[in-house]
């Protein structure tokens, strides 16, 4: 059995432990479009092998690839990329664990949290922290998870009512990034807002449990 | 709106046909059996940066160390990139050829029970056309959309292969499993071509395939949303 939980902590306490309910439809179509893919391709092989059609956060649809094979690089610039990555420096805002302020009802269909709390150290932001990765496994049961802090470094409280867990689809060539496309995966609305003060800190963590 | 616990489950359905064509067994069993390596691959990509890290020129960016078939411990790389080349690959792929039997649906006729840590069939049925294998179709999968007239909606993936028994005697199968596999490549070769077994379910009932009859073991990802 796979389940999800959100887990938020405030000022280092835990405020909220709940299923998260959300994954959305971008989700199961960047899964596919992994699962699709062949392996084994010839080595002269460019371009893509399996994708799938995402829903950007601005609303306009594209395409990632599950399976992808850059150009050909003639230079010291680095070749290469993924499917699906998560994880977000210190003040990236646009991928990995955002939080924002709206609390429309979750629905399969969405592709972006209803109101962001941007990066920052101005009223109404707070400052993006880099991303922490934990395991453990066992015969039983196993979890892994991807964490961010949040801090706010502003002079006003900043109040959090939903949480989004964005993915970035992005290869590169010397000459150009052939594909670069965030989209969100999942979106929980938390049930009570979570106030974080002036210099209090915010931790979401999204766990992924697996258990017989 | 109710939510079930399990954000994401799987069914495995079976049709078994005779000689003729004629559905004589036929079956839909929920999937109880993720594996470990299923969820590394998984961190994986939580751990991939989805950008550019300059520290990382010419090795995986990320990866995740799985057991491969054979027990060893292997690492599926999830993000890589390489200097003066092309460069790509895919994490978790599950569409084999025909004849492949060591990725996507593969079939068994062990018993032994499941744990999370499995990382083989307990007796995998070979491809082929001898006593005791079954004739391994090309993998299809099937992206099902999303299903919103049952609440919560859902939505489906579907991976899917046949089998037929070329032989003159029965088979049957008992296990049914999905092997996925990371492959990444530059100019220069292969770099990353690792097996994994990320499903395994021990059936509660087992399926006789006669001489001449086939089998479509179909795997359905169930996403639960909103």
């Known amino acids: ?212 | 709106m109710s939510q079930p616990l399990n954000p994401m489950r799987g069914f495995i359905e079976i049709e078994v046909r005779d000689r003729e064509g004629r559905v004589i067994q036929r079956g839909r069993h929920e999937m109880k059996s993720f594996t470990n390596n299923f969820l590394k691959i998984l961190e994986g990509f939580f751990n991939s940066y989805g950008n550019y890290p300059s520290e990382y020129v010419a090795k995986p960016a990320s990866k995740a160390t799985v057991v491969a078939p054979d027990g060893t411990s292997k690492d599926a790389w999830t993000e890589a990139y390489y200097d003066y080349h092309r460069c790509g690959g895919v994490a978790m792929a599950t569409r084999a050829g025909a004849g492949v039997d060591s990725y996507g649906i593969v079939v068994g006729s062990g018993t032994t029970p499941f744990n999370l840590n499995n990382y083989a069939l307990a007796t995998k049925i070979a491809h082929g056309t001898g006593a005791g294998q079954l004739n391994y179709d090309v993998m299809s999968l099937d992206d099902l959309g999303l299903d919103t007239s049952v609440s919560p909606p859902v939505y489906r993936v579907r991976l899917m292969r046949g089998f037929k028994n070329l032989t003159s005697s029965t088979i049957t199968i008992t296990e049914v499993s999905v092997i996925a596999r990371a492959y990444w490549k530059y100019t220069g070769g292969v770099v990353n071509d690792v097996l994994f077994l990320i499903a395994r379910d021990v059936l509660p009932t087992s399926y006789t395939v006669p001489a001449g009859g086939s089998a479509s073991v179909a795997v359905v990802i169930e996403v639960a949303m909103g």
């Open chain 1, 1 to 212: 059995m796979i389940r999800a939980e959100v887990v938020v902590e405030l000022d280092g306490r835990e405020v909220y432990r709940g299923e998260s309910k959300s994954f959305v439809q971008n989700f199961s179509k960047i899964l596919f479009a992994i699962l699709n893919g062949t392996g084994g391709v010839d080595l002269a092989y460019e371009g893509p092998v399996s994708s799938a059609v995402v829903q950007k956060p601005d609303g306009a649809t594209t395409t990632v690839y599950g399976e992808y094979y850059t150009k050909y690089t003639p230079s010291a610039i680095t070749s290469g990329g993924t499917a699906m990555g998560f994880k977000a420096g210190a003040g990236e805002d646009a991928w990995g664990i955002l939080v924002g302020s709206g609390s429309d009802p979750v629905s399969p269909t969405q592709y972006n949290l209803s109101a962001k709390i941007p990066h920052g150290t101005d009223p109404g932001k707070l400052y993006y922290d880099v991303h922490t990765v934990t395991s453990s496994y066992s015969d039983t049961s196993s979890y892994v998870e991807i964490a961010r802090s949040f801090i706010n470094k502003s002079s006003q409280p900043v109040t959090v009512r939903e949480v989004g867990l964005f993915a970035r689809n992005r290869y590169q060539r010397a000459d150009a990034i052939e594909v670069d496309v965030i989209f969100m995966v999942a979106r929980d609305v938390l049930p009570n807002p979570v106030t974080v003060n002036p210099l209090g800190s915010l931790l979401i963590r999204y766990r992924v449990i697996l258990t017989t």
